[in-house]
């Protein structure tokens, strides 16, 4: 499946809220060491460290580059992994997306 249609059975699913763009809390201050498969990152402003899969990890550092929305994450996500089934990629970038939000590490700004 090629990115595109991921996105389209990704607007198609509802997964994908409406005019809202992620980026980074700018407010945090995250200091990264990578372990095999795995990324532990501290943020020192708070001091709370989290542990990341490779997956969480590079939406979150997409998302330190600057404003994206849900569509661009899933396209960007589905070209970084290659040869995937791009229909698991949206549920997968939305419960990210989630976590981060809770986390208070990713922030929403209206389109």
Same mark, same amino acid.
């Given at each position: 499946?090629?990115? +595109?249609? @991921?996105?389209?059975?990704?607007? @198609?699913?509802?997964?994908?809220?409406?005019? #809202?763009?992620?980026?980074?809390?700018?407010? &945090? @201050?995250?200091?990264?060491?990578?372990?095999? =498969?795995?990324?532990?990152?501290? %943020?020192?402003? /708070?001091?709370? !460290?989290?542990?990341? %899969?490779?997956? #969480? @990890?590079?939406?979150?550092?997409?998302? +330190? *580059?600057?404003?994206?929305? =849900?569509? /661009?994450? &899933?396209? *960007? &996500? &589905? =070209?970084?992994?290659? /040869?995937? %089934? +791009? !229909? +698991?990629?949206?549920?997968?970038?939305?419960?990210?997306?989630? =976590?981060?939000l809770g986390a208070g590490l990713v922030e929403v700004a209206e389109a």
């Amino acid at each position: 499946m090629s990115p +595109a249609s @991921a996105f389209t059975s990704f607007e @198609a699913s509802g997964l994908m809220p409406g005019g #809202k763009l992620f980026f980074q809390n700018p407010l &945090v @201050a995250l200091h990264w060491r990578s372990f095999e =498969e795995e990324f532990v990152v501290f %943020d020192q402003l /708070s001091g709370i !460290t989290y542990r990341f %899969d490779v997956l #969480k @990890a590079f939406v979150l550092d997409v998302l +330190a *580059q600057g404003l994206h929305s =849900e569509a /661009s994450l &899933v396209l *960007q &996500v &589905v =070209e970084h992994l290659g /040869s995937v %089934d +791009a !229909t +698991a990629i949206p549920p997968l970038v939305h419960n990210i997306l989630e =976590e981060l939000l809770g986390a208070g590490l990713v922030e929403v700004a209206e389109a």
